[in-house]
């Protein structure tokens, strides 16, 4: 199989060794703000923890901090938060920290492989390029990985939104190339599902976003097939792809 797909850090490092390209979906809300922020002109360092670790790693990458959604400020508005990285002010460099989609990239990025974040804004170009590029064949495997969210206990909790994206870039594969069983049935979820828009806002991270105060996110995430901007991490950064 030359087109696989998995959940979380766990089976990103699992596959990344195997895979030339390792596409990261986190559609509430990493990979949807990489793809906001980069469009803007900035470059996106992704960085694990949200702690003091991550102001000194953007102190030395000479980068802006985001902060948690609910510590943004007139004077600091950088957060995960899509909406607020496309109001705010646009700074060259930006440390996005985040416990799944950052994490799944540092993993496959590890491995070696290349890394592009995709979500459901940008999903046919992602798609496009990686076809282009001859990703998913046997001498350039491809993995997608969902990220998934995290229960009280820091397991897995499989995400709705994130299989949904997934399986968007994978159906764009499905006619003609190898893909896994778990990557086929991600692909036939987006195929069949009507109204996607529909399923962010009612999936249980959507109505977590609006519970927080937050449902301008969900919108933008449902801005679905709007971006022709492909982010790829490069030394350290995700940043638009020549």
């Known amino acids: 199989m030359t087109v696989s797909f ?22 509430l809300s990493f990979t949807t703000a990489v793809g906001v922020a980069v469009e803007g002109g900035t470059a996106v360092l992704p ?3 949200r702690d003091a670790t991550a102001a000194a790693y953007a102190r030395e990458k000479d ?12 004077a600091h508005p950088w957060t995960l938060s899509p909406a607020a990285l496309r109001a705010a002010p646009r ?3 930006l ?4 416990p799944n989609g950052s994490t799944i990239a540092a993993e496959a990025a590890s491995g070696g492989a290349r890394v592009v ?13 990686l076809a282009d590029r001859g990703y998913g064949t046997a001498d350039r495997p491809l993995a997608v990985i969902a990220s998934g969210e995290r229960w009280p206990d820091g397991s897995l909790r499989p995400a709705l939104e994130d299989l949904l994206g997934a399986g968007a870039v994978l159906s764009a ?5 190898t893909l896994t069983p778990e990557a086929t049935a991600a692909a036939t979820l987006w195929d069949a599902t009507e109204d996607p828009v529909a399923v962010l806002h009612g999936c249980d991270s959507g109505r977590e976003l609006y519970e927080y105060g937050f449902p301008q996110d969900v919108a933008v995430a ?11 991490l490069v030394e350290g950064a995700f940043q638009e792809a020549p």
């Open 6 to 27: 998995g959940w979380g850090p766990v089976e990103a490092r699992a596959l990344a060794p195997a895979a030339a390209c390792v596409v990261v979906v986190d559609v």
């Open 47 to 49: 960085y694990r923890w």
């Open 63 to 74: 980068a802006v901090l985001a902060v948690g959604r609910s510590e943004a400020t007139p």
């Open 91 to 93: 700074p060259p460099r």
């Open 95 to 98: 440390v996005l920290p985040s």
């Open 117 to 129: 974040a995709a979500s459901l804004r940008n999903h046919s170009a992602v798609a496009r390029r």
């Open 173 to 177: 594969f499905v006619r003609t190339h």
């Open 222 to 232: 449902a801005e679905i097939d709007t971006s022709a901007v492909v982010p790829v």
